[in-house]
């Protein structure tokens, strides 16, 4: 299938990319080897190029999977990954944050390993952390971009504040938020931050966790491993899944319209938006991967945003887009109900500064 292409400033993309989360273990257990090689392999020979992992995700096992199912089309795929975590190499036991830039420069080494490859094509600080000057996370990248190791720079749940300061030291080409018809929060200060800067956006969780598809209904069993109830995402109680209905209703009623899926609209609702955001939705279910693609089929006219954009006006959302523990984690202005304006971010100032 020809699918458009994107532009992340420079870097040339899909229009949607693939999200490797979910081969991983995230909703439930993790997909087995021959069955994530097979999803990621199915997307590529489906046209999609671009593909979005992390170190933490498995821990490891994602960029593992990555890396071999797309070894033999390396240079015709785009790969982004993620650094940020702690993480024991041997034991895979995740020990906190760690952004310091001796700790990017071996992780690197060994994300190049995972993946099979001598360069990462876009490489993002996974969280902003709060003990290392943004200034000096940034440094460490752009010396692994002088070497070749790394093409391109990107934050992810950075807000407006860090992510000026660390486009002034080296300019960034994504930023990598959650942002889907559901979750608004880049709308307020993070969007309009990338549009002034000329920066791409990568929404992650474009299909709200699943939730705007509509096949999560009430009643839903989630594995015991899925995330969504183990770490209890206020969005998935019984209650929420009752109270969110109307969201999805919009979704559906535009995607009876348009001959399209609820799942399709949410997609095609994020392309619309803004020529430079590229969804990453994940799947490891063959048939929603065709769906997904299908969005490329969905065209939503002005008319059409203006009447989602007037349906969603009329609800309220039920529950937080995350638990509070993973929230902590996030970085000043990315949610709404928080402001970088006038604050450096969560990002200490360097010493010189
Ligand atoms: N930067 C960050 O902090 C961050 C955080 C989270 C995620 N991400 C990235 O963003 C990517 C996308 O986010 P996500 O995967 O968490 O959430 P998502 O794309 O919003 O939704 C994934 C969920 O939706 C289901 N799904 C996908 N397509 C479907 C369809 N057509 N019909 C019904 N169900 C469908 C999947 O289950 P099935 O497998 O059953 O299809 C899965 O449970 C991730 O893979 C990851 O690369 C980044």
Same mark, same amino acid.
């Given at each position: 299938?020809?699918?458009?292409?994107?532009?992340?400033?420079?870097?040339?993309?899909?229009?949607?990319?693939?999200?490797?989360?979910?081969?991983?273990?995230?909703?439930?257990?993790?997909?087995?080897?021959?069955?994530?090689?097979?999803?990621?392999?199915?997307?590529?020979?489906? =046209?999609?190029?671009?593909?979005d992992?992390?170190?933490?995700?498995?821990?490891?096992?994602?960029?593992?999977?990555?890396?071999?199912?797309?070894?033999?089309?390396?240079?015709?795929?785009?790969?982004a990954?993620k650094?940020?975590?702690?993480?024991?190499?041997?034991?895979?036991?995740?020990?906190?944050?760690?952004?310091?830039?001796?700790?990017?420069?071996?992780?690197?080494?060994?994300?190049?390993?995972?993946?099979?490859?001598?360069?990462?094509?876009?490489?993002y #600080?996974?969280?902003?952390?709060?003990?290392?000057?943004?200034?000096?996370?940034?440094?460490?990248?752009?010396?692994?971009?002088?070497?070749?190791?790394?093409?391109?720079?990107g934050l992810s749940e950075?807000?407006?504040?860090?992510?000026?300061?660390?486009?002034?030291?080296?300019?960034?080409?994504a930023v990598q938020n959650?942002?889907?018809?559901?979750?608004?929060?880049?709308?307020?200060?993070?969007?309009?931050?990338?549009?002034?800067?000329?920066?791409?956006f990568v929404p992650w969780?474009?299909?709200?966790?699943?939730?705007?598809?509509?096949?999560?209904?009430?009643?839903?069993?989630?594995?015991?491993?899925?995330?969504?109830?183990?770490?209890?995402?206020?969005?998935?109680?019984?209650?929420?899944?009752?109270?969110? #209905?109307?969201?999805?209703?919009?979704?559906?009623?535009?995607?009876?319209?348009?001959?399209?899926?609820?799942?399709?609209?949410?997609?095609?609702?994020?392309?619309?938006?803004?020529?430079?955001?590229?969804?990453i939705?994940?799947?490891?279910?063959?048939?929603?991967?065709?769906?997904?693609?299908?969005?490329?089929?969905?065209?939503?006219?002005?008319?059409?945003? #203006?009447?989602?954009?007037?349906?969603?006006?009329?609800?309220?959302?039920?529950?937080?887009?995350?638990?509070?523990?993973?929230?902590?984690?996030?970085?000043?202005?990315?949610?709404? =109900?928080?402001?970088?304006?006038?604050?450096?971010?969560?990002?200490?100032?360097?010493?010189?500064?």
């Amino acid at each position: 299938m020809k699918i458009d292409k994107r532009n992340l400033v420079t870097l040339e993309v899909t229009a949607l990319g693939f999200g490797c989360l979910n081969i991983a273990k995230s909703y439930g257990p993790p997909a087995d080897k021959a069955k994530a090689i097979e999803i990621i392999r199915k997307a590529y020979e489906s =046209g999609i190029t671009f593909f979005d992992t992390a170190e933490v995700y498995g821990p490891f096992y994602s960029e593992e999977m990555v890396g071999e199912a797309l070894s033999p089309f390396r240079k015709d795929v785009v790969i982004a990954t993620k650094f940020g975590f702690e993480i024991d190499p041997v034991t895979r036991e995740r020990l906190g944050m760690n952004s310091h830039p001796d700790y990017i420069r071996q992780n690197v080494e060994r994300m190049l390993k995972r993946l099979r490859t001598d360069h990462i094509d876009l490489l993002y #600080q996974h969280r902003v952390d709060p003990n290392i000057p943004i200034e000096d996370v940034t440094g460490a990248v752009a010396d692994l971009i002088k070497e070749g190791k790394v093409n391109h720079f990107g934050l992810s749940e950075a807000g407006a504040a860090t992510i000026r300061r660390a486009h002034k030291e080296y300019p960034l080409t994504a930023v990598q938020n959650e942002y889907s018809f559901w979750s608004r929060d880049p709308e307020h200060e993070v969007l309009p931050a990338c549009e002034e800067l000329g920066i791409g956006f990568v929404p992650w969780c474009p299909l709200g966790m699943g939730y705007l598809t509509g096949k999560i209904k009430p009643g839903h069993q989630f594995h015991k491993d899925d995330m969504r109830f183990s770490a209890r995402f206020p969005r998935f109680t019984q209650e929420a899944i009752i109270a969110n #209905q109307p969201i999805v209703d919009i979704l559906e009623a535009m995607a009876n319209a348009k001959g399209a899926t609820p799942a399709q609209v949410a997609l095609a609702w994020l392309l619309a938006k803004k020529p430079f955001i590229v969804p990453i939705p994940g799947t490891t279910n063959l048939k929603h991967l065709q769906e997904n693609i299908g969005t490329i089929n969905v065209k939503l006219t002005a008319e059409d945003m #203006q009447e989602l954009e007037r349906a969603f006006a009329n609800v309220k959302v039920f529950g937080n887009r995350v638990p509070e523990a993973l929230a902590a984690a996030h970085d000043i202005g990315v949610s709404i =109900g928080t402001s970088s304006v006038g604050t450096h971010g969560k990002s200490p100032l360097p010493k010189n500064m």
